[in-house]
C-alpha cells in the first residue's frame, strides 16, 4: 500500500537538528534535493503499489535518494543506511523533516527499491531534470541579456552537465588474479591446439585441472569483498596452474609439435573461447 505524504517537505533552513544550526543551502545534497522533481514521479510510483492492501510503502523520494546517494557514494547497501544515519544533509536529502539518528529504512529494503525504481523511470527523472534546468537558464539568459537586434543569434555559452542518475554500472577492471586466470584459459588453449598434431604419438593428453582452476577463480571473483590473505591464495593457486600448463607446452613442443600455426584468430580458439 502506498500513501502520499501531505506534508511538504521543508526548506533546508527549517530542516530540524539536534543542535543549533542549520544545513547549508549551498552543500551538493541540498542542490541536488531541488534539482530533482518528486512530485512529478510520485504518482507514477504510487501505481506499484496497492491502494488498500498491505504495510504503507516508503515515500518515492526516500526510496529514489536512498538509492542515488549509494550510487553517488559507491557504497554498499549496509553502508549507505549508516551513512545516511549520521549525516543530516543525507536525512535532509531523502526527505525527512528532521535529524534522527534511527535509519529511515533496514538495509535490505535497498533490493525492494531497485525492483521498484527501473531504469526507465530513471532516465524520465533525468530528462525531466535537464529539461527543467534548461529552461531555468534560458529565463536567466533573457534576463541578463540585452534586447538582440534582429537577424542576430544568441551564441551558444558553454555545456550544462548534470548528474542524477542512479543506475548501477557494471565495470570490469583489470586485475592480477583476472588477468592471471586470462593466461590459464590461454595456456589451455595452447595445450589443446598442440595436443592435436600429436594425438597419435603420445598415449594421452597431458592433465590439466581446467575446471577446478575455473571454480576456485570464481569462488573468489564472485565475491564482494575480498580480504588480502584469499586474495593472495588465489593468486599462487592461478600461478601454479599456470605454470603446470607452460611445462606441459614446453613438453609437447618437444615431443614435435609446433608453435607457429597458434593464432588467437583461428576457429579452434573461437570455439573453445564460446565453450567457456
Not at 507514477?44 to 518515492?60: D, I, M, Q, R, T
Not at 536525512?91 to 539518528?101: A, T, W
Request: hydrophobic share 35%; charged share 35%.
Amino acid at each position: 500500500m502506498y500513501r502520499k505524504e501531505e506534508q511538504p517537505s521543508p526548506a533546508p533552513e527549517n530542516f530540524e537538528l539536534p543542535f543549533e544550526g542549520k544545513l547549508s543551502p549551498s552543500n551538493r545534497w541540498v542542490i541536488m534535493a531541488e534539482l530533482i522533481p518528486w512530485d512529478d514521479f510520485e504518482e507514477e510510483y504510487a501505481k506499484l503499489f496497492s491502494a488498500e492492501k498491505g504495510a504503507p510503502a516508503k515515500p518515492f523520494r526516500m526510496a529514489l535518494g536512498i538509492l542515488i546517494i549509494k550510487e553517488k557514494l559507491g557504497t554498499s547497501d549496509r553502508e549507505t543506511i549508516e551513512q545516511i544515519r549520521e549525516n543530516p544533509y543525507l536525512q535532509y536529502f531523502i526527505g525527512l523533516n528532521c535529524y534522527q539518528q534511527e535509519p529511515p529504512v533496514e538495509a535490505s529494503m535497498l533490493v525492494h527499491f531497485r525492483k521498484r525504481i527501473d531504469v526507465d523511470l530513471v532516465n524520465k527523472i533525468n530528462k525531466e531534470i535537464v529539461k527543467k534546468e534548461k529552461e531555468k537558464l534560458d529565463k536567466e539568459i533573457k534576463k541578463k541579456d540585452l534586447p538582440q537586434e534582429k537577424g542576430k543569434k544568441l551564441k551558444n555559452r558553454g555545456k550544462l552537465i548534470l548528474d542524477a542518475t542512479c543506475a548501477p554500472a557494471d565495470i570490469k577492471y583489470p586485475t592480477d588474479l583476472g588477468i592471471l586466470n586470462q593466461a590459464r584459459i590461454e595456456t589451455e588453449r595452447i595445450i589443446d591446439n598442440l595436443y592435436k598434431a600429436l594425438r597419435g604419438k603420445l598415449r594421452k593428453k597431458p592433465r590439466i585441472s581446467r575446471h577446478i582452476a575455473r571454480k576456485e577463480y570464481l569462488k573468489v571473483a564472485k565475491k564482494g569483498k575480498v580480504s588480502y590473505q584469499e586474495r593472495r591464495k588465489a593468486i599462487e593457486k592461478q600461478l601454479k596452474y599456470v605454470k603446470n600448463n607452460l611445462g606441459h607446452i614446453e613438453d609437447l613442443n618437444q615431443a614435435g609439435a609446433s608453435l607457429k600455426n597458434l593464432s588467437k584468430d583461428s576457429k579452434s580458439s573461437r570455439n573453445y573461447q564460446k565453450s567457456l
